[in-house]
């Protein structure tokens, strides 16, 4: 099997799961270009040193979020971004920042390779470049913790001991180098006493670490770094409280992607009906209950909370657009020509369903209708196929407090 029919099988088999990859994408493209021009008027300002406010769309269940997600992706790498895929879940609940700086770091990607982004990037990367001392510089004149200061000395500074660099990699990926050998390490460079290097919880960290691990990207690429946040809609699985805290951190992913040279753009996919049946809509809306009683004292976290309602309800104004007959058509041209170089095999086109495709079955399930019926006439081209839809629902069960992960548990480490 040579490695284009390999490509092509694996597309198919990502199409006939409905879960779409790479090889998938790269060959169906999107046919959503007012979305796809929009981010690249966003990453052309990321990748100049300016901030650039989120890209937020919506779409019914099943129409394509995930699929436009890929090719967003596909085209920041092609760009030479380090990219991220997140997808919300009880183990990356959205108000959790440690579990997410941890999911982004695991599934963060540079172009070209397959490991996870810094640790791959580092092998080439020169700690006494300008582009490291940009980032150094840039530490010691924002607010964040002496830890982070202390740790990218150590890194410029010891940069031939592999091993403790690929340590200093971790804790910026949510796994903590002890506080006791960082000041060992600083005492052996003659900087015992140059930073303030104490033991906060991690959860007052892991914003600080998300902002240096897209600035690293910045250094280590000349581009920055893409975070593609999936199905937020999730988040009516959770609790009210932590819905709320989900808000704030999406508020929060808001403003950073906004600050000049932060070289970081989120991007947010959610379904329209999460919007309207829980945030502005519902009994009560989401919207309504924190406006009347306020779930924290605290006014930066309220103000958070009010700018990822803002953000998530920005998506209703950018929902995937419907496609037209001739669009539908040229993608089924393109998934026969992928099943053909697949299987070898030429096949027919399929017939729309009688009547035509009902406005409730998505084009991921005609997808997998073709690929199905395709499938049958391999084995017997005179079988008659006749194959029922039923388009699956959103999954509304409750997730407790209890099933997330913790976010304040021990410190960083003696």
Known sequence: MNDTVRAARSAVEALRSGVPNRDAVAR??????????????????????????????????GRGKSHLLECLAAEAERNGFVTSYVTVSAEAPLGNAVAVLKAMAESARAPGHEGKAL??????????????DDVRRWAAETPIEGRFQALLHLYQELHADEELCMRILDDLEGNALPVGEMRRALKGIGQAGAYDVHNPRAALLAPSRILLFARLCRAMTGHGLVVLFDELERLRNFTFGQRCRAYA?????????????AALL??????????????????????????NSPPSDDAFQL??????????????????KELTEDEEEEIQTRVRCLYEDAYGEAVQPCPPPTGGRASSISVRNEI???????????????????????????????????????????????
């Open 119 to 132: 640790h791959e990037l580092a092998a080439r990367f020169r700690a006494s470049s300008a582009a490291f």
């Open 368 to 414: 997998r209708r073709w690929i199905t019926t395709w499938d049958l006439h391999r084995y017997d081209s005179s079988y008659d196929a006749s194959i029922e839809e039923e388009e699956l629902g959103e999954d509304t069960s409750e997730i407790s407090d209890q099933e997330l992960p913790s976010e304040n548990g021990a410190g960083e480490g003696e």
């Open 266 to 291: 989120p991007v947010f996919a959610v379904t329209d009906t999460f919007v309207e049946e829980t945030i502005t809509g519902g009994r009560p809306p989401d919207e309504l209950r924190i406006e």
């Open 303 to 320: 103000l958070g909370i009010r700018e990822g309602l803002k953000t998530i309800k920005a998506g209703l104004s950018r929902k995937l």
């Open 249 to 261: 951190q999406i508020g929060w992913w808001s403003e950073a992607a906004r600050a000049q040279g």
């Open 28 to 61: 169906l493209g999107t046919t959503q270009k007012g979305l796809r021009d929009a981010f690249d008027t966003a990453l052309e300002a990321v990748g100049n040193g300016l901030g650039a406010g989120p890209i937020v769309f919506s779409a019914g269940f």
